[in-house]
T-cell receptor
Framework: DTEVTQTPKHLVMGMTNKKSLKCEQHMGHRAMYWYKQKAKKPPELMFVYSYEKLSINESVPSRFSPECPNSSLLNLHLHALQPEDSALYLC???????????FGQGTRLTVV | EDQVTQSPEALRLQEGESSSLNCSYTVSGLRGLFWYRQDPGKGPEFLFTLYSAGEEKEKERLKATLTKKESFLHITAPKPEDSATYLCAVRSNSGGYQKVTFGIGTKLQVIP
């Protein structure tokens, strides 16, 4: 089973709202990732967690706040987003940090 | 700076018409090259990992090859269900940690 589950599938939020994206995997992977993908563009890495510790933050604005409560779960907390943050947000996981990653189906986020 | 260039950006094939997609890369210390398939509005689906020049991997109608400067994804006798965007990504040592860089993708359309 190479399944990464993301919820919700779609999210519409106002610029003053606080919301969270959730990601879950039960493959025993110890690295988890958040990517952002705009239309007709490749995925852009935002954060990497390795063994439940944040190992990479690609200079992401503080209105995005990641959290890794345990080895199976990854959250992305959103606050005071801008319309340009509208995108497909992808979660991925991999066995050790430096192997192929398996992606979830994404959350389509629209900021109004 | 690591660079990944995919060509062509779009490709239209008749069903059964074999072809190849190209991924050329310039990276500092390749630690793996990955091919993914992505359907519209979905997360990327992992296809192959290649680590060293001369390596080849096959799956159904797809075959991936790697040289020191580029990778090819060969599609033999494609079917309409092969229509998708094919993404190439490379992992390299960059800035003190292993980083993944995606290409922009090749959008493949297979016409019945």
């Amino acid at each position: 089973d190479t399944e990464v589950t993301q919820t919700p599938k779609h999210l519409v939020m106002g610029m003053t709202n606080k919301k969270s994206l959730k990601c879950e995997q039960h493959m025993g992977h110890r690295a988890m990732y958040w990517y952002k993908q705009k239309a007709k563009k490749p995925p852009e890495l935002m954060f990497v967690y390795s063994y439940e510790k944040l190992s990479i933050n690609e200079s992401v604005p503080s209105r995005f706040s990641p959290e890794c409560p345990n080895s199976s779960l990854l959250n992305l907390h959103l606050h005071a987003l801008q319309p340009e943050d509208s995108a497909l947000y992808l979660c991925a996981s991999s066995p050790p940090e430096n192997t192929e990653a398996f992606f979830g189906q994404g959350t389509r986020l629209t900021v109004v | 700076e690591d660079q990944v260039t995919q060509s062509p950006e779009a490709l239209r094939l008749q069903e059964g018409e074999s072809s190849s997609l190209n991924c050329s890369y310039t990276v500092s210390g390749l630690r793996g090259l990955f091919w993914y398939r992505q359907d519209p509005g979905k997360g990327p689906e992992f296809l192959f990992t290649l680590y060293s020049a001369g390596e080849e991997k096959e799956k159904e109608r797809l075959k991936a090859t790697l040289t020191k400067k580029e990778s090819f994804l060969h599609i033999t006798a494609p079917k309409p269900e092969d229509s998708a965007t094919y993404l190439c990504a490379v992992r390299s040592n960059s800035g003190g940690y292993q980083k993944v860089t995606f290409g922009i993708g090749t959008k493949l359309q297979v016409i019945p």
